[in-house]
């Protein structure tokens, strides 16, 4: 019987733990279940979406929203509300893909720029005339040299963002490679593959974690930049800063056409900000002890 009271306990210690976790980490669960709610929003659009985005209806024009235009509608007759819903599939897929790509380029040579001394000299000074120039002005260039397009909106951002990844990686295994027990392993002829993949990869990826959520927030409103400039994704495909662009010049008379995209992209960089907040808060070994 004693077994059987365990066993139906055992949900409620899951509750327990979950509402514990919560508490402890609001901030976390604050921006995760924000960011997961606008990722099934963006994988859903073809359900959620009433209008095609895309659809033309001229008689429709610059409609205030209503019941039937939840969002109101833009200078041609487009849905405002189906194209905010479709333009977070941009966004997304950009701030995602360009965190991964960076945190990986970033890793690998953040690990070789900190672990071998010659490597480090040539590299870092690569890195150190990318981050001297302004990543939006240095994408705009790259997505000029060819055909606008996603998959090049994401190269373009992805450039000047791995600097900053390399940066931090570097920082933290210089920190490492000066402990004793690294050293000792050196010396012991522990080879340099096995060294830096058992103790010096692991310790690198609370602050690599962290740090995407930062690149991945900045490729968002890079990205919408680029796209509100003209020189991001095509102007057809919905994204928000394509739908900010096109609805500035009526702004006076109908706002709706560029407050509610870019209150949609606030919250969107806002929930990934504060799951980045909540991850430094959590594994930064100083910051975990106070809280």
Request: hydrophobic content about 55%; aromatic content about 8%; proline content about 7%.
């Amino acid at each position: 019987m004693a077994v059987v009271a365990d066993d139906l306990d055992l949900p409620a210690t899951r509750r327990f733990s979950l509402w514990t976790a919560v508490r402890r980490n609001p901030t976390i669960a604050f921006g995760a279940v924000l960011l997961a709610a606008l990722i099934i929003m963006a994988v859903f659009a073809p359900f959620i979406a009433p209008n095609d985005p895309l659809k033309l209806s001229p008689v429709n024009r610059l409609r205030p929203p209503s019941e039937r235009w939840w969002f109101g509608t833009d200078q041609f007759g487009r849905d405002v509300f189906s194209r905010t819903i479709y333009g977070a599939r941009v966004s997304l897929i950009v701030g995602l893909s360009v965190a991964a790509f960076s945190s990986v380029l970033g890793l690998a040579l953040g690990l070789a720029c900190g672990y071998f001394r010659k490597v480090d000299g040539i590299v870092m000074r690569i890195m150190d005339g990318l981050m001297a120039i302004p990543s939006i002005l240095l994408a705009i260039a790259l997505i000029t040299l060819s055909r606008p397009g996603l998959g090049i909106v994401i190269v373009a951002i992805v450039i000047p963002e791995v600097p900053r990844i390399v940066r931090v990686v570097r920082a933290v295994v210089l920190s490492i490679r000066a402990q004793p027990y690294i050293e000792s392993a050196i010396a012991g002829g522990t080879k340099n593959l096995k060294l830096l993949w058992r103790h010096v990869l692991p310790n690198t990826l609370a602050p690599l974690i962290v740090q995407s959520t930062y690149v991945c927030a900045s490729a968002m409103l890079i990205e919408a930049g680029l796209s509100f400039l003209g020189a991001g994704v095509p102007p057809e495909i919905p994204s928000w800063g394509n739908i900010i662009a096109q609805g500035r010049t009526y702004f006076q008379i109908a706002p709706w056409t560029i407050l509610i995209p870019g209150a949609f992209l606030a919250v969107t960089v806002l929930a990934v900000n504060l799951l980045g907040d909540g991850l430094r808060d959590r594994l930064d070994p100083r910051l975990a002890r106070r809280l």
